[in-house]
């Protein structure tokens, strides 16, 4: 993407009502205005309240908004260039369940307040396969803290990858930190009893990717 497009798409993320883009000082130094109070401000409203962890172009928020009416979805991610296009695409559908905020995704618990959320989804993260890099995984145990302290008692996580690496590697920490594994697949397209859910919504890279017949594989569980 050329800097000019880039330049342009930032100029108009700050135009949409449905972009949140605080400063990460905004964040860490003082209470976030709409930490603890994203159904009254944004979405007016008390319903579920379900994040997208590096929802890249927020096509999957989008598609579960539109599939999901009484949810409401926050697409998060640091590359605002990204989900623009997800931003401008619920903006001309009017699809009001559904928002972005240009964040890291370590500083979730800062965004959020305690029990505010209920439940989360990782789309196709990077497995960060080489070990200097665990720190990066999204689903290492710093992660799961930060997720368990926004996260409803009950709340879930949902992981969708296609790297045997990173599903191998979450399901080993989740059963060896007694988390609760609620259902784990190495191939749900392959295999009867997949949640709808997970196979009813697909992101551009993940149709990529099954063309090529790689398996995706899912998990849903709960952080003790």
Not at 91 to 96: A, D, G, K, N, V
Not at 194 to 220: D, F, H
């Amino acid at each position: 993407m050329g800097s000019k497009n880039k330049l342009r798409r930032f100029k108009e993320n700050e135009t949409f009502k449905n972009v949140i883009q605080p400063t990460r000082d905004e964040l860490v130094k003082s209470v976030f205005s709409l930490k603890g109070q994203w159904g009254n401000e944004v979405f007016k409203n008390d319903n579920p309240i379900v994040l997208e962890l590096g929802c890249g172009k927020g096509e999957y928020s989008v598609a579960m908004a539109r599939k999901y009416p009484n949810k409401n979805f926050i697409g998060i991610d640091i590359k605002g260039a990204r989900f623009w296009r997800g931003a401008k695409t619920a903006i001309e559908e009017s699809i009001p369940n559904v928002a972005f905020l240009r964040t890291q995704i370590e500083l979730i618990d800062y965004a959020f307040a305690e029990h505010e959320v209920d439940e989360i989804w990782i789309t196709f993260p990077d497995p960060q396969i080489k070990y200097k890099r665990t720190k990066h995984r999204m689903t290492n145990e710093e992660f799961l803290k930060r997720y368990k302290q926004v996260l409803k008692p009950d709340g879930v996580v949902n992981l969708k990858t296609d790297s045997e690496f990173m599903h191998g590697y979450t399901l080993g920490l989740l059963h060896g930190a007694g988390h609760e594994v609620l259902y784990a697949n190495h191939n749900v397209y392959k295999q009867e009893g997949s949640p709808e859910e997970v196979t009813s919504i697909q992101t551009y890279y993940e149709s990529q990717y099954l063309e090529q017949n790689k398996a995706i594989t899912y998990i849903r569980f709960k952080i003790k």
